[in-house]
T-cell receptor, first 113, second 112 residues
Framework: EAQVTQNPRYLITVTGKKLTVTCSQN?????MSWYRQDPGLGLRQIYY???????DKGDVPEGYKVSRKEKRNFPLILESPSPNQTSLYFC????????????FGQGTRLTVV | TQLLEQSPQFLSIQEGENLTVYCNSS?????LQWYRQEPGEGPVLLVT?????EVKKLKRLTFQFGDARKDSSLHITAAQPGDTGLYLC????????????FGGGTRLMVKP
């Protein structure tokens, strides 16, 4: 089954404790993205990657890092999480950029206390 | 200020009513997509419109892309409780790395 898998689904952590949210897709898509979703703001792009070893900042990259060492995986790293990073995070993948369909994971709800 | 403004933000209607959701921008997009999101899930694509003035129909849903490719609308005829959800428009700009930029969303509730 074609899918995007995120882990964990839920995470509560403390300020400053490094964490990684994993994302994996089995569709051989080149393009992967991370978004955060906050009430009334829709989905805002954090980082995106057009292929292996190619990453770029989205609209809200501060406080986040990503890596793309393999085509299927695109982890999101919070080196020193802060309460303003409490949010619902989604990973997505597409065949290429442009108007192709984005497939989303089920989301990771992160709470930083 | 968001690049894509959706209105209304919230909509609560009775089953059988019609409704229109708007997605507006001052920017031109190479294509525009509409997604629907249910609680606990990621967004799922409904439609992609590419050509200015394009109209696409998906059962009781009608999507239109503005002539200038800056705006779009989603019209639902005879809404049903199963239409309840968060509707998101998203624009693609080729000169911005083909980033997909989302509007703030319209939360629709259809009451039986």
């Amino acid at each position: 089954e074609a899918q995007v898998t995120q882990n964990p689904r839920y995470l509560i952590t403390v300020t400053g404790k490094k964490l990684t949210v994993t994302c994996s897709q089995n569709m051989n898509h080149e393009y992967m993205s991370w978004y955060r979703q906050d009430p009334g703001l829709g989905l805002r792009q954090i980082y995106y990657s057009m292929n292996v070893e190619v990453t770029d900042k989205g609209d809200v990259p501060e406080g986040y890092k990503v890596s793309r060492k393999e085509k299927r995986n695109f982890p999101l790293i919070l080196e020193s999480p802060s309460p303003n990073q409490t949010s619902l995070y989604f990973c997505a993948s597409r065949i290429t950029g442009g108007g192709t369909e984005a497939f989303f994971g089920q989301g990771t709800r992160l709470t930083v206390v | 200020t968001q690049l894509l403004e959706q209105s209304p933000q919230f909509l609560s209607i009775q089953e059988g009513e019609n409704l229109t959701v708007y997605c507006n921008s001052s920017s031109v997009f190479s294509s525009l997509q509409w997604y629907r999101q249910e609680p606990g899930e990621g967004p799922v694509l409904l439609v992609t419109v590419v050509t200015g003035g394009e109209v696409k129909k998906l059962k009781r849903l009608t999507f239109q892309f503005g002539d200038a490719r800056k705006d779009s609308s989603l019209h639902i005829t005879a809404a049903q409780p199963g239409d309840t959800g968060l509707y998101l428009c998203a624009g693609v700009k080729r000169n911005a790395g083909n980033m997909l930029t989302f509007g703030g969303g319209t939360r629709l509730m259809v009451k039986p």
